[in-house]
């Protein structure tokens, strides 16, 4: 079985910095895509950033400039750097994983979510 735990949400000012963890543990044998989503009160669940095993990253278009994902394959983590956080930027933040466990079962996993909030 392979979890996901997500650590470093909470309340920050505008202009301020966060840093958001995710580490996957269980039985793996590889992790393709680990990304973060986010949601919002009322709106859909939609891509902050991801990064795939060779370090290769996209990101939301709003996000550009201000947030950096990066990935330790060793510890299995996947980190989202956000800078110049907006009030905008509140919202839920799910971590995500493709993963392929010892058994060459392959599936995505979703973490519990971890909140943000940026007031102004």
């Known amino acids: 079985q392979v979890r996901l735990v997500e650590s470093g949400g909470g309340l920050v000012q505008a202009g301020g910095s966060l840093r958001l963890s995710c580490t996957a543990s269980g039985s793996i044998r590889s992790i393709n895509t680990m990304g973060w989503y986010r949601q919002a009160p009322g709106k859909q669940r939609g891509l902050v950033a991801a990064v795939t095993s060779n370090g290769s990253s996209t990101y939301a278009d709003s996000v550009k400039g201000r947030f950096t994902i990066s990935r330790d394959n060793a510890k299995n983590t996947v980190y989202l750097r956000m800078n110049s956080l907006k009030p905008e930027d509140t919202a839920v933040y799910y971590c995500?994983?493709?993963?392929?466990?010892?058994?060459?079962?392959?599936?995505?996993?979703w973490g519990q979510g971890t909140q943000v909030t940026v007031s102004s």
């Open positions: 995500n994983a493709d993963v392929v466990n010892h058994f060459a079962v392959r599936y995505v996993l």
